[in-house]
């Protein structure tokens, strides 16, 4: 295995100058995969036959939920990298990636509570799934108040690093205990629908916006972690010359 | 596939449960923007600070080379 | 014994969110040697001691015990050496009996730890529990641990600070002992200290 | 090599015992802690038996959680300050086996008197005797896990003054599972089903916990308390 790439693709100034390039095509597709996706699925989808119109939520809380979940496991991953590695790079992609998924699993929970007005009555219902949800966002919380805790940063990104992978190990014992814990009191109510068995003029939309989703991700991550960067490289030469084009682009009144 | 509804209005109110559907992609809308444009707002006033610094830095060589 | 050092060191380098506190540092260390870690307060004393005790992973660099790598000998290594630190790991509501009791790694023998205690003039505090010792008395604690210890290689931690002169005579005698008898010192302090064939490494 | 007595494992469990056991009055604090906050619940919700019997086991297994968690950060915070912890650090064995040895003491002086107090309570809160002993069986069980995340968790917050806090938002969502279990076992005794299987479940949460959390735990102690 060639070690050299992955050491490159360590060093934040080569990660910041690929980014650079691909930057503005990434946003665009992902504004172009959202707005389809979220027009297809409120206005052309079919409605379901039992929940109506409130069933065209789940264009958003489905992708929210999987961008939620598959955030944890990147973080506690980009975690363990700097842990086993000592990559400052990755730290920087942990730190980003905690409140980018707390938003997006508040997302999931906003969703999920207005989507259960219409179908079950109430606002908050003990669901299974809303009730991991709810657990996951405490989780990401819990890393984010670890990692601002310590007084050196790199003893609280080693902290939260731990503290994400122990997540991690917890994360299916939680979810499946919760699980366990639903059918025990309220058998019979309906689960949130799951995706596989819908429609298929239902399910295409909300495949574009579970991809759109992981879009609009990858960039809000993109972007802070190229501000981590800066922040963290500001006394480099090559900090500093970015920090040049910038400022005479602005005075010529380019920017 | 075809538009589901006959007219702009019948869309927003969805046949009763408009409310819940728009604010929850309202919602959903301004937290993904925030997500956007906080690093933003965040690099630009980056790239102010370490202009400062590098001009602060610049001050101090000049007085430097001045008074050796 | 091989022609090894007992410790050696081959640019250590230490870094805490980007400050280099120890920056390549390479120190040899003998049987018999006696090594005063100088510098000013924050020049990085205590974490070269905790680096070379391995409480602290280095950044970056090697330590070498007797030739073998640290990492391959840890247990022997670890067993050899004693740390008094700042603080002396004293439980206040344990008697300094039961103190030298829970530190000490091998089992101790009633009248090794009274002949200790009596040496350093603890004698009738055996059982009183440590929190009513006095800050110098606590020290002595600390100097009973040395005497009880068979470890061969000692790292102190400004060992003559908060203890009387008369503490301080029985530190260097304690000293001199166990370097004659062919152990290793190595203790840090920014006051000059003038003792017989002491070595200095001086920490930027 | 004959386990020498005087380090590791029993060298810190006789001493932590020790420690408690000269400060006996601390050593009580969560089994006072346990019974108080249990007799709020009938003040607060209501007396009759009822009402409370359906809730009984729930409460008492909440208060439980909530007085071991109350004891969790002083498991390393005393040995951080006083210098030990760097003793341990540096100790020639495993830090696991330390560890270990503390949260056994932290189980023995913390998780075990609750679970001896919890028939009381049980009583109290008007329990079906048929919970009973489900209730015990769980609590005895259920504590030594809770024990063991509560001391991650305490290692992470030791070098933080106010770390309290932080530590019960770390710690609480792991205790999740083990609530759940928990309080079902007592459920199960009381519809009358057999209360084996939430205890087989138990029993794999704390196997699991004696095996992974003195290894994170180590871990962190070496990565994030020296150098904060």
């Known amino acids: 295995m060639d070690w050299n790439w992955f050491h490159r693709m360590g060093s934040p100034r080569w990660f910041y100058l690929v980014t650079s390039r691909w930057m503005p095509w990434f946003g665009a597709a992902t504004l172009i995969l959202l707005v389809t996706g979220l027009v297809w699925g409120m206005g052309f989808a079919p409605e379901d036959a039992r929940q109506g119109n409130s069933f065209r939520i789940i264009y958003l809380h489905v992708p929210a939920a999987f961008l939620a979940l598959a ?144 879009c609009f991700y990858a960039l809000a991550l993109l972007l802070s972690v190229r501000v981590e960067i800066l922040k963290r490289e500001r006394k480099t030469a090559w900090v500093r010359e970015i920090v040049g084009e910038h400022l005479t682009l602005k005075d010529s009144g380019l920017r | 596939m075809k538009f589901q509804f006959e007219n702009l209005p019948d869309f927003i109110a969805m046949d009763g449960h408009g409310f819940y559907v728009w604010a929850a992609v309202i919602v959903a809308a301004l937290i993904s923007a925030w997500l956007i444009i906080s690093p933003l707002i965040r690099l630009r006033q980056m790239l102010k600070d370490i202009a400062q610094e590098v001009t602060i830095e610049n001050i101090h060589k000049s007085e430097g080379e001045g008074s050796k | 014994m091989g022609s090894a050092y007992l410790i050696r060191t081959e640019n250590l380098c230490f870094e805490r969110d980007g400050i280099k506190v120890i920056d390549r540092v390479n120190l040899e260390l003998n049987s018999g040697d006696l090594l005063q870690v100088e510098g000013c307060n924050g020049s990085g004393k205590t974490t070269l001691l905790r680096l070379l005790t391995t409480a602290v992973k280095p950044t970056s660099g090697r330590i070498f015990y007797q030739g073998k790598k640290l990492s391959d000998c840890r247990y022997e290594y670890c067993s050899n050496i004693i740390f008094i630190g700042h603080q002396i790991a004293l439980k206040e509501r344990l008697t300094p009996v039961e103190n030298l009791n829970w530190l000490s790694p091998i089992g101790l023998s009633q009248d090794s730890i009274n002949r200790a205690l009596d040496l350093v003039g603890l004698r009738d505090f055996e059982t009183a529990p440590s929190w009513s010792l006095s800050a110098g008395q606590k020290r002595r604690v600390a100097l009973a641990r040395l005497i009880v ?38 203790f840090s302090t920014h006051q000059s200290v003038d003792m017989k064939n002491i070595r200095r490494y001086s920490l930027k | 090599m004959l386990t020498n007595t005087n380090s590791g494992f029993f060298a810190y469990l006789r001493r932590d015992l020790l420690l408690a056991y000269r400060r006996k009055g601390e050593a009580a604090g969560p089994v006072i802690f346990f019974i108080m906050a249990t007799t709020l619940i009938p003040l607060g919700v209501s007396p009759e038996a009822k009402s409370l019997e359906g809730i009984s086991a729930g409460i008492i297994w909440v208060m439980a959680l909530l007085a071991t968690l109350l004891s969790t950060d002083s498991l390393f915070a005393s040995d951080f300050k006083d210098g030990s912890l760097e003793q341990m650090l540096i100790a020639p064995d495993l830090l696991v086996m330390p560890v270990l040895g503390k949260v056994v003491a932290h189980w023995l002086t913390t998780g075990l008197p609750l679970t001896i107090v919890s028939p009381v309570l049980g009583i109290m809160l008007s329990l079906p005797s048929s919970a009973l002993s489900p209730l015990v069986a769980g609590l005895a069980v259920g504590t030594a ?24 938002l770390i710690v609480i969502p792991l205790y999740i599972p083990v609530i759940i279990f928990g309080s079902a076992m007592a459920q199960f005794g009381i519809d009358g089903l057999s209360w084996g299987s939430p205890l087989a479940v138990l029993g794999t949460l704390l196997a699991m916990a004696v095996v992974l959390c003195p290894l994170a735990i180590a871990a962190i102690l070496r990565l994030t308390t020296i150098n904060q």
């Open chain 4, 145 to 168: 896990s809770l024990s063991l995340i509560g001391a991650l968790g305490a290692a992470l917050t030791v070098s933080l003054q106010k770390g309290g806090l932080l530590l019960t």
């Open chain 3, 149 to 186: 210890s068979n470890a061969k290689i000692w790292f102190l931690d400004e060992p003559f600070t908060a203890i009387d002169t008369q503490g301080i005579g029985l530190m260097r005698q304690l000293i001199d002992d166990h370097v004659s008898k062919g152990g290793a010192v190595v």
């Open chain 1, 71 to 214: 955030g944890y496991f990147l973080m506690a991953s980009a975690g363990a990298i700097g842990l086993i590695w000592k990559m400052k790079l990755s730290y920087m992609v942990m730190k980003c990636a905690a409140p980018i998924g707390a938003a997006l699993t508040f997302v999931a929970l906003f969703t999920g509570a207005v989507w259960g007005k219409p179908t079950w009555g109430s606002y908050w219902v003990w669901d299974a799934r809303v009730t991991s949800m709810l657990i996951l966002f405490f989780l990401y919380v819990g890393v984010m108040a670890v990692g601002n805790a310590f007084h050196s940063q790199e003893a609280g990104n080693k902290a939260s690093a731990v503290l994400a992978l122990v997540g991690t190990v917890n994360i299916p014992i939680i979810y499946k205990s919760v699980d366990w814990w639903f059918t025990l009191h309220q058998p019979s109510t309906i689960k949130l629908t799951s995706a596989p068995t819908m429609h298929p003029d239902m399910f295409q939309p909300l495949l574009v916006m579970i991809l759109g989703f992981y």
